[in-house]
């Protein structure tokens, strides 16, 4: 552990509403860089809300967020977004490679074309992913798991570092999530900012070094370890309500009596 | 009758010439629109938007006579006026936007054909609906080659835009592009390009020559751009046949080159190798009867 951690993204006493409802508030917070981090909380905690004001689209009622120095707006390069996965077309006539080279395009002026630099980094970000294979393929011939990764290798091919990821789990059969915890992992072990809203727990704990639980306000942000500790997950998804067991193990170990 | 007094002999009248040539010119730009129309499920928009131009030609009409600028601008305003109309109805209102076009557009429709209703004479009815070859004029022609040259500058200059905006509009906001402009363009363009296939293809029928050709490339390409000027050469081809035919056979000139688009959307949706309705169910046939395995 270095002595002092460098923050890649710094978050001070941001609020978000809608209308009349808080969806953050007044959340302050630090993402190390170089770090995995999972937003947490129940439905509806904010954790989605997050990480669109991060990339500035909800204007903040209060507070300010940093990228590094910027505002982030300011350095959306440096940003890739993973949205949950419904908005997409399948049957759109293109290939992976294409949708690859689509991270190359915001970096283009009008009339450039792609040049070998583009090009090799488009490799680059389809070998890293084991899409080489694929590339041309349509990509309505891929399974969900491979899908997923094409956006993470145009996320690469843009040349992003720091990574926000929506639900990146959800809809992922056992091999998919398996896969891409492998992934997030390696991107941790090569420096690459991870901040994705994860909604199970247990995984979480498995997959992220860090964590930032909420419930519209901040519960607790750290080391996942620290933030996932009983009390803290108490106060995120009981606060007064009547949950029976820790959330740990709330999935329902016991068949029902026939 | 030989080949020249089929294809060429036709040619030699003036009407003639101006109405291919502004078939042509609307064929390439019909054909880029109609791409992002099937690709962003707004074909049904298109419809709405097309009628909805009525009132704005009769008004014009009735106004100012029959000058083509007036009818332009009339037709202009009236499509714009639905778009922006629906857009902000959706925005303020708890009606979504699918819902708000339709609605907007059939009232537009009705106050146009009670406009008509009132014109002096009944014959240019079916002139506003269904197109008349013989009406092009030259400013008609002036017009068609503005509207086609200002699309297809917009798709040279802004095909990425477009594209991301077309395939993962999340994706080109989360990079700073600016999906708002690019959709109230693209919407611009649509109704200036109706408005120049007005007199060709006239209200109901404009909108095939930019869909047809669009669907029936979608059935064959793989790729974007292979998409888009198949999309092209289909609505090219299909607007000279359609215009010979018409010539030929004295049909309405938009009859005419919907019914040649029809014919190859037809055979596209049946006869396409991967995506066309035989060879699904030729594929279906043989996975339910798998050949005998060889012995040896």
Known sequence: MPAATHHILRLRHVTVRYGQTAALDDVTCDIPCGSSTAILGPNGAGKSTLLRAILGWHPLAAGDVRLGDDHPQ????????????????????????????????????????????????????????????????????????????????????????????????????????????????????????????????????????????????????????????????????????????????????????? | MTLHEFFIAPFAYDFMQRALFSAALLSVSGGLLGCILVLRRLALMGDALSHSLLPGVALAWLLFGPSTTALFLGALLAGLLTALGSALLSRLTRVKEDAAFGSLFIVFFGAGIALVSKLPTRLNLTHFLFGNVLGVSPTDVQLTAAVSAATVLVFAVFYRAILLETFDPVFHRATGGRGALIHFGFLALTVLNLVAALQTMGIVLALGLFLLPAVSAYLWCDSFSRLLLLSVGFALVCSLAGILLSYHAGLASGAAIVLCLGGVFLGSALFSPRYGAAALVLDRWRNRHPPAPRRG
């Not at chain 1, 994705?196 to 901040?218: G, I, K, Q, S, Y």
């Not at chain 1, 309500?241 to 016991?254: G, K, T, Y």
């Open chain 1, 74 to 258: 300011h350095a959306l390069p440096r940003l890739a977004y993973l949205p949950q996965r419904q908005t997409i077309d399948w049957d759109f006539p293109v290939t992976v490679r294409k949708v690859v080279e689509q991270g190359r395009y915001p970096s283009l002026k009008l009339f450039q074309r792609l040049g070998p630099a583009d090009l090799q980094r488009v490799d680059r970000a389809l070998e890293e992913l084991g899409l080489t294979a694929l590339a041309d393929r349509q990509i309505r011939m891929l399974s969900g798991g491979q899908q997923q990764r094409v956006f993470l290798a145009r996320a690469l091919a843009q040349g992003a570092d720091v990574f926000l990821l929506d639900e990146p789990f959800a809809g992922l059969d056992l091999f998919g999530a398996e896969e891409l915890t492998h992934i997030l992992r390696t991107w941790e072990a090569q420096g690459r900012t991870v901040l994705a809203a994860v909604h199970d727990l247990e995984l979480a704990r498995r997959t992220f070094t860090h964590a930032v639980l909420l419930d519209t306000t901040l519960i607790a942000a750290g080391p996942v370890r620290d933030v996932l500790s009983p009390a803290h997950i108490d106060r995120a998804f009981r606060q007064g309500r009547c949950v029976h067991d820790n959330p740990l193990h709330s999935v329902r170990s016991a068949d029902f009596p026939r």
